[in-house]
């Protein structure tokens, strides 16, 4: 379970990259955001972002529209 969740959905990029940005500045080190959004592009998007900032990319799973990433805060 996550500590925070972030509802994304219905949003384009580069909307849920920066919202996530937004939360995971306000979380603590070790502490985890739940990201739900429906871009496809999001898929890519999120893998970049966690390579870019250092945070982890712990979960990412489809379910029909729906894309879910759980990124932990390291960075």
């Known amino acids: 379970m996550a500590d925070e969740t972030l509802d994304a959905k219905g949003l384009n990029c580069p909307l849920p990259i920066?919202?996530?940005k937004k939360?995971?500045?306000?979380?603590?080190n070790g502490q985890t955001l739940e990201v739900l959004?429906?871009?496809p592009g999001s898929v890519a998007d999120f893998e970049a972002f966690c390579?870019?900032?250092g945070n982890e990319l712990?979960?990412?799973e489809i379910d029909?529209?729906?894309y879910r990433f759980?990124?932990?805060r390291v960075a």
């Open 18 to 20: 920066l919202k996530a």
């Open 23 to 28: 939360a995971l500045n306000g979380m603590s």
């Open 37 to 39: 959004s429906t871009d």
């Open 51 to 53: 390579r870019a900032t």
């Open 58 to 60: 712990s979960e990412q």
């Open 64 to 66: 029909g529209d729906i």
């Open 70 to 72: 759980v990124i932990k």
